[in-house]
């Protein structure tokens, strides 16, 4: 079945660091992968997503792309903020009549 | 604004109480989800549905009974709960169901169970 590994947390970086969060997945197929963001107090909010092979998703600097070769879609931004702080889920697309399957999240901090 | 609403936003209940938690999306969505979020543990898919039809129900226990009246409304009621049902509960909605069709989350119901 679809699985999503994504690496433990919490992240704690200082701001305008470099962010790298890992996420690899077991799929049949060629689901789309997506990344979401909670904010503290709210629910999920989808940050990026790709759908086929080698593309690369984007949003408010953040980027993943889509590494079918090593079933990755790692998440990288060149220089984080204070309000990036959030947890962060990986998730896979299902086929057929599916839902998501999520990873367990990823906390970051990031300190001033 | 999230597009997604659910209410309320805290839930206090005993073991014994009956209480229902709501959804309502106003995005022109035919699907809608809900999901278990507990402390360490990976986001869990309860129910799925398309167009008012139930079409995941990933083993949950009968206490948990949903009800989708309509393509922008969902419900979860809740009957004689477990303290480990103590967890925030997450709706839901994405245009069908097709595999790269992105959810669109509510804010959640944080229930907690005495």
């Known amino acids: 079945g679809n699985s999503v590994t994504q690496m433990e947390g919490p992240v704690t970086l200082s701001e305008e660091a470099f962010l790298t969060i890992n996420c690899t997945y077991t799929?049949?197929?060629?689901?789309?992968l997506f990344w979401y963001v909670q904010y503290p107090g709210e629910g999920l909010q989808l940050l990026l997503k790709a759908t086929k092979a080698d593309d690369k998703g984007s949003n408010k600097g953040f980027e993943a792309t889509y590494r079918k070769e090593t079933t990755s879609f790692h998440l990288e931004k060149g220089s984080v903020q204070v309000s990036d702080s959030a947890v962060y889920f990986c998730a896979l697309g299902g086929t057929g009549r599916r839902a998501l399957t999520f990873g367990s999240g990823t906390r970051l901090q990031v300190q001033p | 604004e999230t597009g997604v609403t659910q209410t309320p936003r805290h839930l206090v209940m005993g073991m014994t109480n009956k209480k229902s938690l709501k959804c309502e999306q106003h995005l022109g969505h035919n699907a809608m989800y809900w999901y278990k979020q507990s402390a360490k543990k990976p986001l869990e898919l309860m129910f799925v549905y398309s167009l008012e039809e139930r079409v995941e129900n990933n083993s949950v226990p009968s206490r948990f009974s949903p009800e989708c009246p309509n393509s922008s409304h969902l419900f979860l009621h809740l009957h004689t709960l477990q303290p480990e049902d103590s967890a925030l509960y997450l709706c839901a909605s994405s245009l069908s169901t097709g595999e790269r069709q992105p959810q669109h989350f509510g804010d959640g119901t944080r229930l907690s169970i005495l």
């Open positions: 799929a049949t197929g060629y689901p789309s």
